[in-house]
């Protein structure tokens, strides 16, 4: 891993590809291991694109001081870390549960620097609706966090479980989490002003944000795509990873890309084996 000094927080980060640089956000409770191993399969066959994947403060290899005491102060980082491994370049913002909170955040506080947005099963104050938990394939697997996350529950999916979200538990600061925790309300600018290409995506099954009340940011941002996804729940990105792929890479060919990255993403696509299958079966707005 790589380590960005910002502030007293050292942001510990991994990396790949190189071009215009692509911030991949975590949702709460895990690192970065988890969106890495949902998004970057996909966003690995689309030339230029630095992607980074940080560890959100409190977790993974990234801790929490005391000067960290609300999620502003996590935002703060957030935007401290941007500048640190971009500098003045404009940066694509993508995050999961959590992870979109804050980069929803990041854009509103900072429409000049974000290029696009992409948000997948965002966490959103205004959540409404929220199903109850119900399993879309229901076996006898995993422990009780698996089959409360998860609604496809097979063995693929507890694998993923096992690989990618469980082993975080053990690395996050409880006692800093629930001091951001306390203060989690972002100070939020309205968001009309930013015009860049948006992707929102939610899990139509999702117990613990809903849908509703991200398929309403299809009014917020005037270049958002909105997908609602049957079959998914808050872990849609291991639900559905193909169908997030096509999304995403439709996602990254609306967002503007400065000459420098637009020359590696010209060079030609992906191989035909590594292509992203096409999206179907959804709605999409």
């Known amino acids: ?13 991994v990396e790949h590809g190189d071009g215009m640089p692509l911030l991949v956000l975590h949702g709460a409770g895990v690192d970065h291991r988890e969106v890495e191993a949902c998004f970057e399969p996909a966003l690995a066959t689309v030339g230029g694109f630095r992607r980074l994947y940080p560890d959100l403060p409190s977790m993974g290899r990234t801790p929490a001081p005391a000067s ?3 999620a502003d102060d ?10 640190d491994v971009a500098g003045s370049e404009p940066v694509l913002l993508a995050g999961h549960s959590a992870g979109a909170y804050y980069a929803r955040g990041f854009a509103a506080r900072r429409p000049d620097a974000v290029a696009g947005l992409a948000l997948v099963c965002p ?12 399993p879309v394939v229901a076996a006898d697997l995993g422990d009780e966090e698996f089959r409360g996350y998860f609604v496809q529950q097979t063995p693929q ?9 469980a082993p975080a538990a053990a690395l996050v600061d409880p006692d800093a989490m629930e001091r951001i925790g306390a203060r989690w309300d972002l100070t939020m600018p309205d968001a009309a002003g930013f015009d860049r290409p948006v992707l ?3 899990g139509r099954q999702d117990s613990t944000v809903g849908y509703a009340a991200a398929a309403d940011l299809v009014e917020e941002y005037p270049q958002a795509s909105v997908a609602v996804v049957d079959g998914a729940a808050h872990a ?13 890479v439709d996602w990254l060919a609306r967002c503007p890309l400065p000459l420098r990255a637009r020359r590696r993403h010209d060079e030609g696509p992906p191989a035909a084996s590594a292509r992203v299958p096409s999206v179907s079966g959804l709605y999409l707005a």
């Open 1 to 13: 891993m790589k380590q960005s000094q910002v502030g007293q927080v050292p942001v510990h980060y």
């Open 68 to 70: 960290v005491a609300s």
């Open 74 to 83: 996590v935002l703060d980082t957030l935007v401290g870390f941007a500048a």
């Open 123 to 134: 966490l959103l104050p205004e959540a409404r609706d929220i199903p109850e938990h119900r």
């Open 157 to 165: 999916m507890l694998d993923r479980y096992e690989r990618f979200v």
């Open 200 to 202: 929102v995506v939610a």
């Open 236 to 248: 849609l990105p291991h639900e559905r990873p193909d169908l997030l792929g096509a999304l995403l």
